[in-house]
């Protein structure tokens, strides 16, 4: 079963044992369990159901997996003929879940 679901403004597709990555949740720990009930989408292989805008009685349960961040993105500035030049970097936070199962 496949199901697309929203989580603050953002939306996610998903499929039972997929491990995805969403936005930090910082007051989340390790094995803490979650419940999406924001699901726009069902897909059970058979039938396709679409929200309008969400599908009643639809839940996606996960458990979160770890808290970390992604690779190191460099910004670099550069301004010719003045002798200036920065670098800064960005580490984007966001926590890892895995999908336990989608019900409707």
Request: glycine fraction near 4%; avoid cysteine; aromatic fraction near 8%.
């Amino acid at each position: 079963m496949k199901a697309i679901f929203e989580d603050r403004g953002n939306q996610y597709t998903a499929s039972e044992g997929d491990v995805i990555a969403i936005d930090l949740m910082q007051d989340k720990k390790e094995n803490d369990k979650l419940e999406f009930s924001n699901v726009l989408l069902l897909n059970d292989g058979n039938d396709v159901k679409i929200g309008t805008p969400y599908v009643e009685k639809a839940v996606v349960k996960a458990v979160v997996v770890e808290n970390t961040r992604d690779k190191k993105v460099l910004v670099f500035k550069f301004k010719s003929k003045k002798n200036y030049s920065r670098t800064k970097g960005h580490k984007q936070p966001y926590t890892m879940i895995k999908i336990e199962s989608i019900s409707a």
